[in-house]
């Protein structure tokens, strides 16, 4: 499953954010460290299910009249803070648990409301333009430390006749997430000499800070847009490539009232119905959420899920089937499952995906969508339903 962290320092709701995604009961408070332990889950990301080209909506769980839900796993760590890499605040231990991460959500408090170590200030008084850069940066020496740490080592192998620079490295960095590729893209665009023992400390810097971009790609939430003071969201949008505005509370709020049968909404609609009895106080609070959804879109959460795994990781979803005419498992499950791929995967990596008995026997595909056998290297696409005619089966 891909993986999605939630980092950024104490304070900026990515509890709150967590709770809105998975539904979990977590601790969320306004005072920095609410979280210790990292929390693990499952949230999904949104895109249109393939029913929508058939006469009947699928009908379960993952799918909501062609709304579709497609499971990723997030991690929300506690909260990082200036020189975390060197053990301030909670430490880098659980800098650690961002390793498995493909793609980090930085969750920024965009009211400017909380200091650079998460401590409640009026609203507007922190910029949080400052929030932005520490998180990449502090990832980044981690990452240099861990290298700096290693490098010994690679001196020691280096001595063998047979060492090869890029092996190595990647041996020591696969437990960061980074693959043989990632390593010789990136000895590919760095200046660097032959022999480990000449490199400086600017050199593994250099190359920590390729891998980290290379592997950990990142959106900033700008989160609390809800109360956020005027220029305070297009200062970050400006400040950084992939910016969502986002109220986590607002989404938390949504979720709670959609499960209570108060309202009628789906995670990523970009607005909502009151359809229960309410308050005037509750219509109150949900008419401010309505205001923020208006300006930005929705509340921001299912958009940073999404623009994550299907701009940033560019990643498709692929429906394996049994039957092509049904678009059906055996058990007659419309559509029963959704894998998340990289583009350029063709139908043997949606096999492996489902599994590998059915990878290593995979003998060829069938587009469902055009009932015909299709080449070893096709492409798929967003909404490719395929199936899988494998020796496995
Ligand atoms: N106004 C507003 N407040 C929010 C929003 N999201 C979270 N908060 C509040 O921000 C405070 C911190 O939220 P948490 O989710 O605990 O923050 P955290 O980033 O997990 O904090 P640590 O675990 O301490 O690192 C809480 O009081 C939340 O209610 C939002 O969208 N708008
Ligand atoms: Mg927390």
Known sequence: MLSIALAGKPNAGKSTFYKAATMADVDVGNYPFTTIDANRGVSHVRTECPCLDREERCGDDNCRDGKRYVPVELIDVAGLVPGAHEGRGLGNQFLDELSTADVILNVVDASGGTDAEGEPVEVGEHDPVEDVHFVEEEMDLWLASIVERNWESIERQSRSPDFKLDESLADMLAGVGASEL?????????????????????????????????TKPLVVVANKADIAPDGNIEALQEAADVVVPATADGELALRNAAQAGVIDYDPGDPDFDIVGDVSDQQREGLNRIRGVMEEYGGTGVQGALDTAVYDLLDHLTAYPVQNETHWTDGQENVLPDAFLLRQGA????????????????????????????????????????????????
């Open 182 to 214: 990632d390593v010789a893209r990136t000895l590919r665009d760095l200046e660097y000499p032959e022999d480990p023992i000449a490199w400086t400390d600017e050199h593994r810097e250099a190359l920590a800070t390729e891998i980290r971009q290379r």
């Open 346 to 393: 063709t139908p043997k990596d949606l096999a492996y995906a489902v599994h590998s008995d059915i990878g290593d026997g995979y003998i060829h595909a069938v587009d469902a969508r055009e009932n015909r056998r299709i080449s070893d290297e096709t492409e798929l696409e967003e909404g490719s339903v395929i199936k899988i005619v494998s020796d496995a089966n």
